[in-house]
């Protein structure tokens, strides 16, 4: 059983329980596009610096083989309009990089983003753990991708001038190492991107417990806060924060608010029902997802304990 003794930010033992459920996890699988994966077993906050985090029932090597395991072709119906986010993402990092061209996807599922990167001139590399997903990258686009964990890729030292890391940092057993890691294949003045969920966000304190961004698979909840003192600790600077807009078809945005809102769902089901609305995309951003720009700018090549 995974039981966290330390908060992975400030290292005190120190925290309280602020969710348990009574009902045991039977999901050993997992998929990006699932709507109703259960809760973590109980949430704690730490009392000395506030971070959240889970502390799950299930054994860690239970999440890594659902990654590994991972198959998820509703994901690649959703084509565009993940490449339509990427473009906005990729855009938005031009604008903070100095120099080089070599980028890093942590956590690229498919490589829709690196394909769009690579297409704007960028030296891409990926790392995925799902076998299927590294595999859909590699035969349908070419690209190139590691199909094992971060650590054991073992890439020089100030390699990449930028690192993106979207959607998985709350999903890693130990996100500081990730970060250091991070820290020590980035150039000095690179940059680093991440998006996850804020568990301080309107829709999470009004949703509580039935948020999406509660479930089993997410080890950890971030904010600004949160982020900014675990990125300041791994070597980095907060150059920018933003709430992070996702785009996609009304039919899948309509089996997303089929939990928590009857009434929207019914009304989309009935737009793409007309034929010129069924592939229609929706940018949607509920401001619960959370982006941050960051700079390396100290060098963190001790490994985290």
């Avoid at 991440?194 to 961004?213: E, H, M, Q, R, Y």
């Avoid at 929207?264 to 029902?273: D, G």
């Amino acid at each position: 059983m995974f039981k966290k003794k330390e908060c992975d930010i400030c290292g005190s033992t120190d925290r309280e329980i602020i969710y348990s459920s009574k009902k045991i996890s039977q999901n050993s699988s997992y998929f990006v596009t699932e709507e109703n994966l259960s809760h973590p077993s109980r949430i704690a906050r730490c009392n000395n610096c506030g971070f959240i985090f889970a502390i799950p029932s299930e054994d860690p090597n239970v999440f890594f083989n659902a990654y590994i395991k991972m198959v998820d072709e509703k994901y690649v119906e959703e084509e565009f309009g993940r490449r339509l986010s990427a473009r906005s993402i990729l855009r938005k990092l031009n604008r903070f990089k100095k120099s080089g061209n070599k980028l890093l996807d942590i956590g690229c599922c498919t490589g829709f983003l690196l394909d769009e990167a690579r297409n704007m001139g960028w030296d891409t590399s990926g790392v995925e753990l799902s076998t299927w997903a590294s595999r859909y990258a590699t035969e349908k686009f070419n690209l190139k991708i590691y199909n094992m964990p971060l650590e054991k890729v073992v890439f020089p030292n100030e390699y990449f001038d930028i690192i993106i890391m979207q959607d998985t940092i709350e999903h890693l057993q130990y996100p500081r190492q990730a970060l250091l890691e991070a820290n020590r294949i980035l150039k000095t003045n690179g940059i680093l991107y991440i998006n996850t969920p804020d568990i301080v966000s309107f829709t999470s304190k009004i949703l509580k417990a039935k948020w999406w961004g509660i479930n089993q698979f997410h080890l950890y909840y971030f904010s600004k806060k949160s982020l900014s003192e675990i990125l300041n600790l791994s070597g980095f600077v907060v150059l920018k924060y933003d709430a992070y807009a996702r785009i996609f078809t009304l039919n899948y945005w309509s089996e997303r608010f089929r939990n928590y809102n009857s009434i929207i769902y019914r009304i989309l089901k009935i737009v793409i029902r007309i034929k010129i609305f069924k592939k229609s995309f929706l940018r949607v951003n509920l401001r619960d997802q959370v982006e941050v720009f960051a700079r390396k700018v100290v060098s963190k090549n001790k490994s985290y304990e």
